[in-house]
């Protein structure tokens, strides 16, 4: 699959560091979604601060609805009688008042939109019921002298109530998705005092309207009182198991208001069958709620006061959330990105000292057998001392096994180069064996010739002179053959012409050395001359190639003409 072993590394080291990659590829994503999910509870958080605004400016046109009907009306109960607006800490008129709630729920409807699609979703069933508010107030404009103040009050009561629940209960649903434990604690802690001001609110009421039922009805509002005080006690309770940590202090200030103490107070006389004190009791609510005499619409009331410090500590905490979760993704982020750089500058210095040294080994072994080798070689066959030249050095860098491989090649060079050297000598051995064989039987087969030329000048008789001349081309075969060998074995021919030689004269020899000789015709020859020095060599080639010519042509025919 991988051809080069640079690749079979990169394959090699590829693999874990691809897991690097995607082990911080996870730890980032993971990082990325504890972002989101910091976020989303952030907003969920912010969002949550926002009803305290609505709640209470909620709260405070119902007080304002309600005490004002109550004081139209012209047959109040002694107990009711002069409970208004003003007496409860409202100075403003109704139409500032309404104008106050409808800027606290924009602004709330605003926050909302701003925090998410999360927080759009847990609100949107309080703002679709908004128009339970414009019922309320329709009701409130309608009240005259001779309308029946209770119902009316009641009415008008029952659908503030209505609106305000629905903002409470969608808020009361956001601690549950928050995992922060200390934003989940101060985002539980503005529900709950959402809660317990609520309870106070339905607590007087349920005083009111034991005020002015018949007594018929009286011990079921009574009961109705204590049920509520204690739900009232229950979410004061919840308070304070909530007050630790920063949020210690601003919890504390809530549960601590005379407000609890005065409900108590006035349930039991109800319970007595003696009437509440309702004055006593509105004003304890606005001290209570104005911790002096500024009145709830200075803004700066006590419960207004905790709940915003609180607020801004759920502030502070979901952008220390937001940071942490930012800085973490951040961390992993780098890490995967030094890791991924580390691990490439590692696979690159290790395929580096690895690919390098084995190229260059690649290079000198090539080098090695294809020019030292035979070089050496022919200088060893060529060499008249026999002596044995230096092999070609192989060195690489480094103490692995790559430098292992470059001694094990350098050793198999000196090996061969040995091995070479032997058959050298025994080459150079066979060589003069051959050149000793073949100059005796050439000199034996030349002592031949001269004895048979002998032979041949004292013989008369043509029969006989037929036979020597057969039997003298047969003696010049041997002689050819025997200087063939010479030639083999690497030697000159001991013939040597000095002066030039006829091209005619160079072609009888020639033909003169060859067993057919008969068959052969020698024609015209330009009158050429044939320097004397390669004479030898060149009649022995004619002779092997018209040796050739006439033992692979037809038998009738003169294969060769000169």
Known sequence: ???????????????????????????????????????????????????????????????????????????????????TPSEAGITQTPAVVRAATDNALNAFRATVDGFGDQSKADYEIAFVDVGLLQQARAQWAGANASSDYRSVANGVYQRYTSLIGFLIKATSQVPDQISDPTLRTGVEALVTSLQKTEADWRLTMDLFQASWRPRAGHAAQVNQATRDLGAEQTYAARLNSLATGTFKNPIATLVSSTLSQSLSIAVTRVQQGKPPSISALLESFDESAAGGANGPASNNTVVQQSNSEIASMV????????????????????????GTLLGLVLLALVSRSISRPLARLAHQADELASVHLPATL??????????????????VSGQDEVSAVALALDAVQRTAIELGAGQVVLRRNLSDAFVNLGRRTQNLVTRQLEYISDIELKEADPESLEELFRLDHLATRMRRNAESLLILAGSGPARQWSAAVPA?????????????????????????MIKGEVTTDLVHILAE???????????????SRW
């Not at 911080?24 to 972002?35: I, N, T």
């Open 315 to 338: 502030y502070q905490r979901a952008a220390q959330l937001h940071d942490n979760a930012i800085r973490q993704a951040g961390e992993f982020g780098l890490a995967g990105l030094v």
């Open 1 to 83: 699959m991988f051809r080069h072993i640079r690749y079979k590394l990169i394959a090699a080291i590829a693999l874990p560091l691809l897991i690097l990659v995607g082990v911080a590829g996870l730890e980032v994503s993971s990082s990325v979604r504890q972002v989101s999910s910091v976020n989303q509870e952030a907003s969920l958080a912010k969002a949550s601060v926002g009803p305290g605004g609505a709640v209470q400016a909620l709260q405070n046109e119902r007080e304002d609805a309600v005490l004002s009907v109550l004081a139209a009306a012209p047959d109040l109960p002694a107990t009711l009688r002069g409970i």
């Open 545 to 559: 190639l018209t040796e050739n010519a006439l033992t692979f042509s037809p038998p009738g025919c003169a294969p």
């Open 504 to 528: 005619m004269d160079v072609a009888r020899a020639a033909s003169a050395e060859v067993e057919d000789y008969k068959r052969l015709r020698l024609h015209h020859f330009d009158p050429a």
């Open 378 to 395: 022919h200088a060893m066959l060529t060499s008249e001392t026999g002596s044995i030249p230096e092999g070609l050095p192989i060195t």
